[in-house]
């Protein structure tokens, strides 16, 4: 493949690239930008954290599980672009010499960098923006001072612009003009629309399909698979759109999870509040909503959300498309309802007074997997269960309703005595299994515990000791 990006503000031209070649690989071999570190190799320590900016503004990725063709068109900044270029240190990096936040210097590089680019976006979220990157020597506390002492100075003029020169490289890689738009990927494509993708898909159904590469990148770094036939689907822009009406939101499967929590928090606060601990900010910002659909683990944490707002999967073969309940598109463990050459093009989901709530339940509260995630929508009137919605992650084979629990409410009085009644019927629900992350009968108490804080939440008693709305 054929991309142009840029890389710390100088344009670069590659030909014949791999389609799988990192670009934490690339930077430290070819390029020698040896400051961007390999630790885990599969996004979780942040060592390895980049800046890329496009027409979206800029954002934390990891280098790592970022596949060099997923930077076409867009502008790459390592630590080592982030001091200035007469090697004036940023306003973070001088901050992390000044509050002590370096001992042994392996993670201080991602540190830097996520720092730089919440004080670029002027996010003052210090916790959150640096979920991500793990440091096993300053307990943290000497980096958020660094990172709160440096908030309020000014931009570097050599971290402005990036944007107006990006519109020089915007063309280019290898698309389906070069390429012909009905031939199938000889090792990568990267289709510019659904419709484009669409045949692409159809004559290759045996392809990999790439968004965010936040699942498939481990295949590369920790499986080593060879991957014969990739397609990136990051230049499809109109799988990036978002329509509201009244009663919906349609969100293109290309949709980042850190725009689906920004979106969230006007709608399902709850649902955004889960999204603030789903991954880091570095996974959000690569991430697709499509992609995490797709993906159908049985630990996800989205999908029990959708279930339980009753979200429909929009889903595409060449021209024909169908749609289904989100629900319906979980078979078995590791089996999904979608055809050969079939992807995810969209999801919808309803418009309705917020009655959802969302627990996820985790040994680490940042960045971990789920041990299970619940998702709640119970409605009442006069007192009354009318409509209930209950889903899980991690309590099955699959995403999963709770569909004895469910009936166990629907009818009976909103009280204690109906939901400690009802909470029985887990058992008939899940048989989860014992596993690292917790035993069968943890998960089962747990899944009867978040029923019971749903009712004591909706009776207007704090659960959330974080002080955000649960």
Known sequence: MDISFLLNGESVVLRGVSPTRTALDWLREERGLRGTKEGCNEGDCGACTVMVTDARGSRAVNACILLLPQLQGKALRTVEGISGPDGAPHPVQQAMIDHHGSQCGFCTPGFVVSMATAHLNGDAGHDDALAGNLCRCTGYAPIVRAAEAAASAPVPTWMRGEKALLAEISSGGLGAAERGADSPPSAGAAPETSDELARLYEASPDATLVAGATDVGLWVTKQLRD???????????????????????????????????????????????????????????A????????????????????????????????????????????????????????????????????????????????????????????????????????????????????????????????????????????????????????????????????????????????????????
């Open 227 to 285: 991957l014969d036939e990739v397609i990136f689907l990051n230049r499809c822009v109109d799988l990036q759109e978002i329509s509201e009406t009244e009663d919906a939101l349609r969100i293109g499967a290309g949709v980042t999870m850190d725009r689906v929590l920004t979106l969230m928090k006007d709608h399902y606060p709850s649902y955004a509040e889960m999204l603030r601990r789903y991954g880091s900010a570095q996974v959000r910002a």
């Open 287 to 470: 991430a697709t909503i499509g992609g995490n659909i797709a993906n159908g683990s049985p630990i996800g944490d989205n999908p029990p959300a959708l279930i339980a707002l009753g979200a429909t999967l929009h889903l595409r073969k060449g021209d024909a498309r169908r749609e289904m309940p989100i629900e319906d598109f979980f078979l078995d463990y590791g089996k999904q309802d979608r055809l050969p050459g079939e992807f995810v093009e969209a999801v919808t989901i309803p418009l309705k007074a917020d009655r959802l709530r969302v627990y996820k339940l985790s040994k680490r509260f940042d960045q971990d997997i789920s041990a299970a995630c619940g998702a709640f929508w119970i409605v009442t009137q006069n007192d009354r269960v009318t409509e209930a919605r209950i889903a899980f992650g991690g309590m099955a084979g699959t995403p999963k309703r709770a569909l004895h629990v469910e009936q166990a409410l629907i009818g009976k009085p909103w009280t204690e005595d109906t939901v400690m009644a009802a909470s029985g019927a887990f058992d008939q629900d899940y048989q989860p299994m014992s596993d690292m992350r917790a035993s069968a009968g943890y998960r089962l108490e747990a899944a009867r515990n978040m029923l019971i804080r749903y009712l004591i939440a909706d009776l207007g008693v704090a659960t959330d000791v974080r002080g955000v709305r649960a």
